[in-house]
């Protein structure tokens, strides 16, 4: 439990750090940008790589692939269920509250909060995998439809493999599969990379959160709230539920995967928000409100299952 309670404070004062920089205006939105774009490009690519390199992925993948992707569905059907019953919306808005509601931050939240909470991050390569692979073209899918597009099969089958992390994760599945050696001379310089991931990403979202000021706007403020409930509690309840009755996986299964499905809505929800032009404010502010919830969630279930 100390351990993990070590971990969160050393990652919330890299996050205060970024925070404290951007309020002095050591770095603005270019810098953030800079910063993100080089963590999703180089670093966070190179960290997953030696990291599924170098693990025994059988228990892992087999363990965490179905349970993430079991809790996101029911996490998004909840969502759908809800407003549904309660405020009836358009699907693309439906559709964007539901991403916001089940979709985790793996990358520049998850990544960091795993390698202090878990010992490292192979835990959070499933969670991209089912992310990336099959929620997102769906996800996009539906968004086109939703919006009077006509959806590219080509670009919805192609699109999980134009993201570096997924790129770098299959191969890194490949390496430890087959228990080859990668040579010092590839290995090291990767490493290296690797080990930036963590500062990057989270001075990057620290500094995002100057200005940030989560239901000023009154449209959208019960989708908002509903989506974070669901993101913050009702994930890792059903993380929880599966991993330790369904799926009878160790402690130490059951803490990372609740970890990983009590992680604050991703960033993308907010990119997909905007390239569609559809329920903007709901993901921007699910994804601050459930940022800023997470930390004491998290906190809660250390305590909980260590």
Do not use: H
Request: hydrophobic content about 60%; aromatic content about 8%; charged content about 10%.
């Amino acid at each position: 439990m100390n351990g993990v309670l070590v971990g969160f404070a050393i990652v919330g004062a890299v996050i205060l750090a970024g925070y404290i920089a951007a309020r002095l205006r050591v770095g603005g939105p270019e810098t953030v940008k800079a910063l993100t774009q080089t963590a999703f490009f180089i670093t966070n690519p190179a960290l997953l790589f030696t990291i599924l390199a170098g693990a025994d992925l059988t228990a892992v993948l087999s363990a965490y692939l179905p349970i993430a992707l079991i809790t996101a569905v029911v996490a998004a059907l909840l969502y759908v269920v809800v407003s549904r019953i309660w405020f009836r919306r358009p699907a693309a808005e439906t559709v964007i509250g539901a991403m916001a509601g089940s979709y985790v931050n793996a990358n520049n939240i998850g990544i960091p909060i795993a390698v202090y909470a878990l010992g490292n991050a192979t835990a959070v390569a499933p969670v991209l995998l089912v992310q990336l692979l099959l929620l997102t073209p769906l996800y996009l899918t539906i968004l086109d439809l939703s919006s009077g597009r006509k959806p590219s099969v080509k670009n919805v089958l192609t699109q999980p493999f134009r993201n570096p992390m997924i790129i770098a994760s299959f191969i890194g599945l490949a390496v430890g599969w087959a228990d080859l050696d990668v040579p010092q001379l590839i290995w090291e310089p990767l490493a290296l990379l690797g080990g930036a991931a963590v500062p990057l990403v989270l001075l990057a979202f620290g500094m995002s959160l100057r200005g940030s000021r989560p239901l000023r706007a009154s449209e959208g403020r019960t989708e908002v709230i509903v989506a974070t409930l669901i993101k913050t509690f009702v994930m890792p309840a059903t993380a929880y539920l599966l991993s330790k009755f369904l799926f009878q996986l160790d402690d130490e299964l059951v803490f990372g995967a609740v970890v990983m499905a009590a992680l604050p809505a991703a960033q993308n929800v907010f990119l997909f928000a905007g390239r569609y032009n559809r329920g903007i404010t709901v993901a921007r502010d699910v994804i601050l409100i459930s940022s800023m919830l997470s930390v004491p969630a998290l906190i809660v279930i250390a305590w909980l299952l260590t």
